[in-house]
């Protein structure tokens, strides 16, 4: 009741009121088969959390991941859901909150964040709920129809939640006033208001908030996007990408528009989390980190200048136009020891299907020139394009051998599912082959389950391209590790040793330690 009455007090003289805001990273949802789960911290979240208080906002954070990393809860379809259960979650929101926002990373965990936001409408019916991430951002209009959200959230989302924020706060909260969201008016209709133009200095933004979270649960495990080498942070030094694939749902989500961060502010940040957090490693979760030569040059140098001492790496992917030798090397001497390269296709005319700008001829020296120097390559490759064919999947596999011999560690192959947001998703959508619905939802997760595996190509059956990817991870590992025999001898040194240098060796890494805890449990079972 008192707190009913200071709302009043505030609202009758129009004055600012004190709010509270509570940010959820739900748990996340990995496939029963999967040998790499990746617990990451929300990094997007974090940056959410900062700006609300960097805005004199009080902040609560809930991210169900990391404060249960050892937990995990059977979920439908061979799937376990990580972290704290739903009601769990549920039950560490403050009370008399304002504003509850929830954060979704990707597609293929919509059906149980929705089951969240369903249930926090339930249990908090007068706050005000808000949705954001690339999902939402991707299909506004489904988003608010499938769930009981108020309020979604387009693209980048520090100013757009300020600004809800302040509007909350002032009682003059008007969402047709507010750029870059999805919402449903009194009359129950869904609006889609202009996007908010991109931030064009991203050292503007506060820094994430990662004392609001468990961040230490992360680090002491050595959890993040990449190889464990040991406390990772994660880190963003640009947003966007100035490609336009096919495939990629980054123009809807982040634009074309490529924005670097200052170097040395970023070196700054990466000093902090040094000193504040004994950090050994930086994660770089960038979409295309390496655009421009002249940044990535400037940025290893002031490492050196510095003389900061760390690990990073680049396990999101990158570009291979700008890594000649010079900055492969580079490169090394600063630290990075992991990169991806998404070449995607060795099918030139995929290639120009998906509009995936690239030479495979400079993929490969780019991918020499790192090897060269001592660099850790892992490459991706996708299968099933719409109208791939046979003839085309055997280009890729030539030129699968051909970056094995050049020296990459790893492959990953996946298989082409239409992510929303992206041309292909919007172009298959048009046909009607495409019902967006929980089994939609569950086929996105191939990517670490296989037997998940959809084909959209006319040429190839769901069957056939399972096997194609089969056939293609082997042909990788028969080429690199008859150029280089020595290679499988010291992954298995190096799971003895308890280090991982590669993906692959993090996949072994978690495969032999789910089994050791399967083997725990059936004792305890017996027992």
């Known amino acids: 009741m008192l707190y009913a009455r200071v709302s009043l007090y505030y609202l009758r003289y129009n004055l600012p009121r004190p709010i509270k805001i509570c940010l959820i990273r739900p748990s996340i949802v990995v496939p029963a088969s999967n040998a790499i789960t990746i617990f990451t911290p929300p990094l997007g979240l974090a940056y959410i959390a900062g700006s609300l208080r960097s805005a004199k906002f009080e902040v609560q954070m809930i991210d169900a991941v990391g404060e249960s990393l050892d937990t995990r809860h059977p979920s439908n379809n061979d799937c376990f859901i990580y972290g704290l259960s739903q009601e769990q979650t549920i039950d560490g929101i403050d009370p008399n909150t304002d504003i509850i926002g929830i954060a979704l990373g990707f597609s293929f965990e919509w059906p149980t964040c929705r089951d969240l936001m369903n249930a926090v409408r339930t249990r908090f019916p007068k706050a005000l709920l808000i949705g954001g991430g690339e999902h939402i951002t991707a299909v506004p209009t489904q988003s608010l129809e499938d769930?009981?959200?108020?309020?979604?959230?387009l693209g980048e989302g520090e100013e757009t939640a300020v600004e809800i924020a302040i509007a909350v706060s002032e009682?003059?909260?008007?969402?047709?006033?507010?750029?870059?969201?999805?919402?449903?008016?009194?009359?129950?209709?869904?609006?889609?208001?202009?996007?908010?133009?991109?931030?064009?200095d991203l050292d503007d933004i506060a820094l994430p908030a990662w004392d609001l979270m468990p961040i230490e649960n992360y680090l002491e495990r050595g959890y993040g996007f990449g190889v464990n080498r040991g406390r990772s942070m994660p880190m963003m030094a640009s947003r966007g990408c100035p490609y336009q694939c096919t495939f990629c749902s980054n123009p809807s989500m982040w634009t074309t528009r490529w924005i670097a961060r200052d170097p040395d502010l970023l070196l700054d940040e990466m000093q902090l989390y040094q000193e504040k957090y004994n950090i050994e490693n930086f994660d770089f979760y960038d979409l295309t980190a390496i655009v421009k030569k002249s940044w990535i040059v400037d940025f290893c140098k002031k490492i050196e200048e510095r003389n900061m001492t760390f690990?990073?790496?680049?396990?999101s992917g990158t570009r291979s136009e700008a890594i000649d030798n010079e900055v492969a090397s580079l490169l090394y001497k600063s630290g990075c020891r992991n990169m991806s390269y998404s070449p995607e296709s060795g099918s030139v005319g995929v290639l120009e299907r998906i509009k995936k700008k690239i030479s495979l001829d400079s993929v490969i020296r780019s991918i020499d020139a790192s090897f060269i120097n001592h660099m850790n390559i892992k490459t991706n490759i996708i299968f099933g394009f719409p109208g791939e064919t046979l003839k085309?999947?055997?280009e890729s596999y030539r030129f699968i051998i051909r970056m094995a011999i050049a020296g990459a560690y790893d492959i990953s192959i996946w298989a082409f599912s239409p992510y929303p947001g992206s041309e292909l998703f919007n172009n298959i959508s048009t046909t009607g082959k495409l019902?967006?619905?929980?089994?939609?939802?569950?086929?996105?997760?191939?990517?670490?389950d296989p037997s998940k595996?959809?084909?959209?190509?006319?040429?190839?059956?769901?069957?056939?391209?399972?096997?194609?990817?089969f056939i293609?991870?082997?042909?990788f590992y028969v080429a690199s590790w008859s150029r280089r025999p020595n290679r499988p001898f010291k992954i298995i040194w190096n799971l003895m040793n308890g280090k991982q240098e590669s993906r692959a060796e993090l996949g072994l890494y978690n495969l032999l330690r789910h089994n050791r805890l399967a083997k725990i449990f059936t004792k305890l079972r017996k027992s």
């Not at 909260?173 to 889609?192: A, D, T, W």
């Not at 690990?311 to 396990?315: G, H, M, S, V």
């Not at 619905?437 to 670490?448: I, P, Q, T």
């Not at 293609?472 to 042909?475: E, F, I, S, Y």
Request: aromatic fraction near 8%; charge should be positive.
């Open 472 to 475: 293609g991870t082997a042909l």
């Open 311 to 315: 690990t990073w790496q680049l396990p």
């Open 171 to 200: 009682n003059r909260l008007n969402p047709e006033e507010i750029s870059g969201i999805v919402f449903r008016n009194e009359l129950g209709q869904i609006h889609i208001n202009e996007r908010r133009p991109r931030k064009r």
């Open 435 to 448: 019902k967006m619905d929980d089994a939609y939802y569950d086929s996105l997760r191939s990517y670490a």
């Open 147 to 153: 769930s009981a959200i108020d309020i979604g959230v």
């Open 392 to 394: 085309e999947i055997f």
């Open 453 to 469: 595996t959809v084909s959209y190509s006319v040429h190839i059956s769901d069957k056939l391209l399972k096997i194609l990817r």
